[in-house]
């Protein structure tokens, strides 16, 4: 297989080696994610990859109902990281329905079956 | 800024119709939407043979409009597959009235069938083909019931900032019953209650199964002329007069402000066009694909401030004797929703304003506003009809 090409692909195989990266334009300096080839705030190229802090707070917050059998109940949030980009993830510590708005939050790579997935983690300290 | 303006009023819609609502096993999504498109060309007073412009879009079929001028035996002049989710068949009014307008075509038919509630493909089959043709490597990795999760951040967010409750959105689902209930063509009329709809099924936090919108079988179709050409046909002209899209993100993590939609956009701009305020406006038809809906496009169209929906629309404040008529066929909520819910709101609006509504018609209604939304409060489109003395 060819090294890709995509700013996507790319973006997967790093969390597949377990890191987090998310764009900078180093036109405008804004961040950027997901991932994209052309820089949404200025229309520029000159995207950069950077490893975000990994710091972020809860903006919005879902549960999921399930079935047990079709793996229970999730958490589903949007996460503000502290460089100002949003992303969909999941607060997988503490395991309950008790995350809230306001949570701070520090992103982990979960890699299973090879393929990496950014989840988050409270932080102590709780809500801002 | 622009001629929008000059547009106002200069297309009439003169025939609706629906077919199939609530079950319809055995039927296709084509078989729903030709007697739908028929209906509403008899219901104008012309023949299928009239209709040089034609407008449809569908969940499944990317190149739609094809099937349907081949199943509908069509040879338009005029064609727009504009696919922008549940609003697209209010999206598709204004490029129709500068068609109608230039003289590319004369009759602009609008039509839409779902057999989504009885179709032999289930709805978690359907999920699947769409992650691998349509994929959210960034959003589906985490699990979301899509679209509900979407709706319920969006609903928790509004809670979180503005301290709207589970029990202001329970009202807009119990207003959109009571409406459902003077109506013969809605699917769900058994009376609902708001601890009915708190103790529903919990979908998604905080959203329960009764704060989501049905899932139906049906058709709808609507028939567009120039305004001169209205004036000889049978039923009463509804006159468009203002139109206005506005997408600003498909993915509800890419939205920037989960409590701010474009209808904003779309409401300003159709207002603009109508050259009309909010106050101006007789009844609502809001794409309430989630109580959390009916909530977000009050405010966003100027109805209310922000924040101020939820206590708003309390208390059957939205119902049927209420201080303002919102969706009054059921809305998506008891009335019909089969996949895109955009052109039965149109067409309530319509039939209200033709004084059609039987026993829910709002008396003395001159003018309606029409709200779509698409995707996850990704696309909104507003239009404003009026009768004549309005235009
Ligand atoms: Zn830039």
């Not at chain 2, 349509?134 to 589906?140: F, I, K, R, V």
């Not at chain 2, 119902?319 to 019909?336: I, Q």
Request: aromatic letters at 6%.
């Amino acid at each position: 297989m060819s090294e890709p090409k995509g700013v996507e692909a790319f973006h997967q195989l790093e969390l597949n080696a377990g890191h987090f990266l998310i764009q900078r334009c180093t036109d405008c300096t804004g961040h950027v994610y997901f991932p994209r080839e052309v820089c949404p705030h200025c229309g520029g190229t000159s995207l950069e990859w950077i490893a975000p802090k990994g710091t972020g707070t809860v903006y919005a917050v879902t549960t999921v109902r399930r079935k047990a059998g079709d793996g229970g109940d999730i958490n589903v949030s949007l996460v503000d990281l502290d460089e100002g980009v949003r992303l969909m993830s999941r607060i997988d510590s503490p395991v309950s329905n008790a995350t809230k708005i306001g949570q701070r939050v520090k992103s982990r790579v979960q890699v299973n079956d090879g393929k990496g997935l950014v989840v988050f983690d409270a932080m102590q300290g709780g809500a801002l | 800024m622009s001629n929008l303006k000059d547009l106002r009023g200069s297309s009439a819609i003169v025939g609706v119709g629906t077919f199939g609502n609530g079950e319809s096993p055995g039927f296709t999504d084509m078989e729903l939407l030709a007697r739908s498109a028929h209906a509403a060309v008899a219901d104008a007073g012309l023949k299928m043979s009239d209709i040089d412009g034609l407008c449809s879009a569908s969940i499944g079929a990317s190149m739609w409009t094809m099937p349907v001028i081949e199943y509908l035996g069509l040879n338009p002049r005029y064609i727009d597959g504009t696919m922008v989710g549940g609003s697209s068949f209010i999206a598709h009014l204004l490029p129709a009235m500068r068609a109608i307008r230039s003289g590319q075509c004369s009759a602009v038919l609008v039509c839409y069938g779902s057999a989504q509630r009885t179709s032999p493909v289930g709805r978690r089959e359907i999920g699947q083909l769409r992650r691998l043709v349509d994929p959210q490597p960034y959003e589906y990795p985490y699990e979301p019931v899509l679209p509900a999760s979407a709706y319920a951040l969006a609903a928790s967010r509004h809670m979180h900032e503005f301290g709207t409750t589970r029990e202001q959105m329970a009202d807009v689902a119990v207003a959109a019953r009571a409406w459902a209930r003077l109506n013969p063509e809605a699917f769900m009329r058994d009376p609902l209650t708001r601890d009915d709809v708190l103790r529903a099924r919990m979908v998604s936090d905080p959203l329960t199964v009764r704060d989501c919108c049905l899932v139906t079988a049906g058709g709808g179709a609507y028939v567009m002329v120039s305004a001169e050409r209205a004036k000889s046909l049978p039923k009463k002209p509804i006159y468009v007069l203002g139109n206005a899209t506005a997408v600003w993100n498909r993915q509800i993590s890419s939205m920037r402000d989960l409590t701010v939609t474009s209808a904003k956009q779309s409401g300003a701009g159709a207002f603009a066009m109508a050259g009309m305020k909010p106050n101006d406006i007789d009844l609502l038809q809001l794409y309430d694909a989630f109580t959390i809906n009916t909530i977000l496009f009050l405010e966003d169209l100027g109805f209310c401030p922000k924040g101020e929906g939820g206590r708003f629309v309390e208390n059957g404040s939205i119902a049927p004797g209420g201080k303002l008529p919102v969706n009054t066929n059921g809305g998506g909520l008891s009335c019909t929703h089969p996949g895109m819910y955009g052109i039965f709101a149109l067409i309530e609006a319509v039939r209200q304003l033709r004084g059609e509504a039987g026993e829910r018609q709002v008396k003395g209604a001159k003018t309606a506003l029409a709200h779509g939304n698409g995707g996850t409060l990704s696309s909104q489109s507003t239009a404003i009809l009026g009768t004549e003395e309005t235009v």
